[in-house]
Structure formats: C-alpha cells, structure tokens
C-alpha cells in the first residue's frame, strides 16, 4: 500500500545549508522510489490557521519510506533540515482504492 512522509515545515531559515538540502534530497529518494506529490505550493487556508509550507512524498510503502528516513544518504543530510527549520513529519499509509469515508468503520 502506498505511503507518504508528510512535512508541516512551520518555519524555515534561508541560507546555503537548505539550498545544500534541496539539492541533494532527490538523490536520496530515487533508490526508494520517493517522489514529491507537494512541495511548498500555496495554500488556502479555509479552516483556521496553516502556518508555513506542506511537503507530501510517496512511496510504494511504509517499508520504503522507513528504509529512506533511514539511509546513510538521507541521514547525511538531514542535519541540514532540523537545524534550520521548525517542522513536524509524520508517516502515513494511503487507502486502497476504491475507498469510502465508512471503509475505515469496519
């Protein structure tokens, strides 16, 4: 089933250490088949508040996203993320398809 890491970046510095991020994290998805479905568009805030950018990346499942949150790669530069944002990251299995709202009653 497929997967996602999520990320409610909240607060990110500017500087060279995220372009250094940016420009290294495809390198570390692509052996894992990770793939941006958001990163950091616009928001509409219809309800409450959304302070900061949305990042969406899929997996095929949450065997995948666990080995790359874990990699040597990944972790090389992950550093480089948590010192200089303010974020939370979640991981989260997607639905089969098709799917109800009562499929997750039963």
Do not use: C
């Amino acid at each position: 089933m497929t997967a996602y890491a999520v990320a409610h970046m909240r607060q990110v510095t500017p500087g060279p250490w995220i372009i250094e991020y940016l420009e290294k994290i495809d390198a570390t998805l692509a052996p894992f088949g990770g793939r941006f479905i958001v990163h950091g568009g616009e928001v509409e805030v219809v309800e409450n508040s959304w302070p900061g950018l949305l990042i969406v990346i899929e997996f095929p499942d949450r065997q995948h996203v666990q080995d790359w949150y874990d990699s040597p790669a990944y972790r090389a530069i992950l550093s480089l993320r948590t010192g200089n944002s303010s974020s939370d990251v979640i991981f989260v299995d997607g639905v089969e398809h098709p799917h109800k709202a009562t499929d997750v009653l039963g």
